[in-house]
């Protein structure tokens, strides 16, 4: 251990324990602690930081941790997941019986349905299709 005693602050370094967690070796100054590395009860190891861990080289982040196809950049999750939804032009198919239309189409909605006065049981109705935004793009919901 070195030091040079030119800190504003007093640091200490804690070496203690008891029942709930075995080792403990704690790093602190006078505004509080910075890190501890301590042994739980079931043998393994935890490191705990309080703040920010900045590393200089991601070097040592290897195919250990990143398996090819199992992690995804934040564009690559972006083009997979919905993240925006609207309605789209709305089509008018033209007029139907008095019961209406039986369904719209796969990935449409109906929006308006009224009744044609120029006919004595014609309705008009118009249907939206329903459209994500995924990745660049507006799609189109087909089923």
Not at 25 to 52: A, C, K, M, P
Not at 70 to 99: C, F, H, L, M
Not at 117 to 131: D, I, K, N, S
Request: hydrophobic share 30%.
């Amino acid at each position: 251990l070195t030091s040079n005693n030119n800190s504003t602050m007093t640091a200490t370094f804690n070496l203690w324990g008891d029942a709930n967690r075995p080792t403990v070796i704690e790093l602190d100054d006078d505004q509080g602690w910075h890190l501890y590395s301590q042994r739980n009860t079931d043998g393994s190891i935890q490191f705990v930081v309080n703040g920010q861990v900045i590393p200089d080289n991601y070097g040592n982040f290897d195919a250990r941790y990143l398996s090819s196809g199992n992690v995804y950049t934040k564009g690559e999750s972006d083009n997979r997941y919905v993240q925006n939804i609207q309605r789209g032009a709305p089509v008018w198919p033209g007029k139907v019986d008095e019961y209406g239309p039986n369904e719209a189409p796969a990935g449409c909605f109906l929006t308006q349905a009224r009744h044609d006065p120029t006919t004595a049981y014609g309705v008009t109705f118009a249907y939206r299709p329903l459209q994500m935004w995924v990745g660049n793009g507006w799609r189109t919901i087909n089923g």
